[in-house]
């Protein structure tokens, strides 16, 4: 890398590992949009060669014509060459910290995805980690880092975004910086400056914690919705109604969520990432996990007393994980097809946004086919939809109730 006064000359200011994804591409475009030189490095080369097309390969409103500007105006580029890491001052890694096989924390993934590309790590660079990582993972990452012999400092720098959101909470959200040392905290906040206003810095432990704090809040208040909603409609009382009703102008009831599926990428893995680090020893998120991976078969449970499953074609509308969202990563959706293929005549999934599952039919032949249809995922095109046949409704799309 060519110097100038004894400083490397980087010719990008960002490069994003693994930036493809539904958390790097954002942010590589929102750093693009604010004018900074951004390059992303990321193994899926169909992945690269989509976004170097001007395209996203998922849908993230508000993130296209953004990406097609950039793009255009040469700000944004994506390689599948580890060597472009090297050409950046800031080197951000999107690359989170998965459960195994056995649902404990892979502290390993984050150091074994940097080793292909650490012969291009380069001093004067800040390394910056980004996804939800397992307490001491930045220090492990520290370690690779010296090991290496390469002057570069750390960072730990959560994303805060919700999916679909990405291109208003990048710019509206605190955002939480942690480093080790004094510079290395003023480079991250410098950085992070370009998108957001309001700088939150904490410890790189203060920092990893918050991250799963967070998660694993949203988790818990989810679970006691359904555990909530499941006591109600063992009762035959509607849970939505009483929702509404306790809410209404009572401002310490307005956060309660209503019922519904609680899945995706995150929550799950990191309330075990969470447990783990306790020792085990965290009975509210163990207890939050059954409950909220148990909805599908409780729903399926129900549905038994009131219909004979065996002789019904069961069409379920919605496999994303989330309403308005073609993601299905962890979607309870997906259990809830595998628990109805056992027990129903057939299964019809559809889904207006999903176009990864050759298996989903469209819509029309699902209402077509189906004896019993299930709301899999709230998406805002089920909220008009007119049927005669009986709907399992838990998440109260059509506004007629959630009881089953």
Same mark, same amino acid.
């Given at each position: 890398?060519?110097?100038?006064?004894?400083?490397?000359l980087f010719t990008r200011d960002v490069v994003?590992?693994?930036?493809?994804?539904?958390?790097?591409?954002?942010?590589?475009?929102?750093?693009?949009?604010?004018?900074?030189?951004?390059?992303?490095?990321?193994?899926?080369?169909?992945?690269?060669?989509?976004?170097?097309?001007?395209?996203l390969p998922f849908d993230e409103p508000g993130?296209?014509?953004?990406?097609?500007?950039?793009?255009?105006?040469?700000?944004?580029?994506?390689?599948?060459?580890?060597?472009?890491?090297?050409?950046?001052?800031?080197?951000?890694?999107?690359? +989170?910290?998965?459960?195994?096989?056995?649902?404990?924390?892979?502290?390993?993934?984050?150091?074994?995805?940097?080793?292909?590309?650490?012969?291009?790590?380069?001093?004067?660079?800040?390394?910056?980690?980004?996804?939800?990582?397992?307490?001491?993972?930045?220090?492990?990452?520290?370690?690779?880092?010296?090991?290496?012999?390469?002057?570069?400092?750390?960072?730990?720098?959560?994303?805060?975004?919700?999916?679909?959101?990405?291109?208003?909470?990048?710019?509206?959200?605190?955002?939480?910086?942690?480093?080790?040392?004094?510079?290395?905290?003023?480079?991250?906040?410098?950085?992070?400056?370009?998108?957001?206003?309001?700088?939150?810095?904490?410890?790189?432990?203060?920092?990893?914690?918050?991250?799963?704090?967070?998660?694993?809040?949203?988790?818990?208040?989810?679970?006691?919705?359904?555990?909530?909603?499941?006591?109600?409609?063992?009762?035959?009382?509607?849970?939505?109604?009483?929702?509404? +009703?306790?809410?209404?102008?009572?401002?310490?009831?307005?956060?309660?969520?209503?019922?519904?599926?609680?899945?995706?990428?995150?929550?799950?893995?990191?309330?075990?990432?969470?447990?783990?680090?306790?020792?085990?020893?965290?009975?509210?998120?163990?207890?939050?996990?059954?409950?909220?991976?148990?909805?599908?078969?409780?729903?399926?449970?129900?549905?038994?007393?009131?219909?004979?499953?065996?002789?019904?074609?069961?069409?379920?509308?919605?496999?994303?994980?989330?309403?308005?969202?073609?993601?299905?990563?962890?979607?309870?959706?997906?259990?809830?097809?595998?628990?109805?293929?056992?027990?129903?005549?057939?299964?019809?999934?559809?889904?207006?946004?999903?176009?990864?599952?050759?298996?989903?039919?469209?819509?029309?032949?699902?209402?077509?086919?189906?004896?019993?249809?299930?709301?899999?995922?709230?998406?805002?095109?089920?909220?008009?939809?007119?049927?005669?046949?009986?709907?399992?409704?838990?998440?109260?799309?059509?506004?007629?109730?959630?009881?089953?």
């Open positions: 890398m060519p110097e100038s006064g004894g400083r490397p994003i590992i693994g930036g493809c994804g539904h958390v790097g591409l954002p942010l590589a475009i929102a750093f693009a949009d604010r004018g900074l030189r951004v390059g992303i490095y990321d193994v899926n080369s169909a992945a690269v060669e989509t976004v170097n097309s001007a395209e993130a296209a014509d953004v990406l097609k500007r950039v793009v255009a105006e040469e700000r944004l580029m994506a390689s599948a060459a580890p060597e472009m890491v090297a050409s950046a001052e800031h080197v951000v890694v999107v690359i +989170g910290t998965p459960v195994d096989e056995h649902l404990n924390p892979d502290v390993a993934a984050i150091p074994d995805a940097l080793r292909p590309c650490a012969g291009y790590l380069r001093d004067g660079q800040l390394l910056i980690l980004r996804s939800t990582v397992y307490p001491g993972v930045t220090a492990l990452v520290e370690k690779m880092v010296a090991e290496l012999g390469v002057a570069m400092e750390v960072a730990f720098c959560p994303e805060r975004i919700a999916e679909g959101k990405a291109m208003t909470e990048l710019f509206e959200l605190p955002q939480i910086v942690s480093s080790r040392t004094d510079s290395g905290l003023a480079r991250a906040s410098a950085l992070f400056a370009r998108l957001t206003e309001t700088l939150v810095p904490m410890t790189p432990e203060e920092a990893e914690l918050a991250k799963l704090f967070t998660n694993v809040w949203r988790y818990i208040k989810f679970a006691t919705a359904n555990q909530l909603y499941m006591m109600a409609n063992d009762r035959g009382l509607d849970f939505e109604r009483i929702r509404q +009703g306790l809410g209404t102008e009572y401002p310490r009831a307005a956060d309660l969520p209503g019922a519904g599926f609680a899945a995706g990428p995150c929550l799950f893995k990191d309330t075990m990432q969470l447990a783990a680090y306790n020792n085990n020893n965290f009975a509210l998120g163990h207890t939050a996990m059954t409950i909220n991976e148990g909805l599908p078969l409780y729903l399926v449970g129900r549905l038994e007393q009131r219909f004979n499953l065996a002789e019904m074609t069961v069409g379920i509308l919605g496999m994303a994980f989330k309403g308005g969202s073609d993601d299905i990563r962890s979607s309870l959706s997906y259990k809830l097809r595998r628990v109805l293929a056992f027990k129903a005549k057939a299964v019809l999934c559809s889904d207006p946004y999903v176009r990864v599952d050759p298996e989903l039919v469209p819509l029309d032949d699902v209402l077509a086919a189906a004896d019993l249809l299930v709301i899999g995922a709230p998406h805002p095109e089920y909220r008009g939809l007119s049927t005669t046949k009986p709907v399992a409704d838990i998440w109260n799309v059509l506004g007629k109730g959630v009881q089953v």
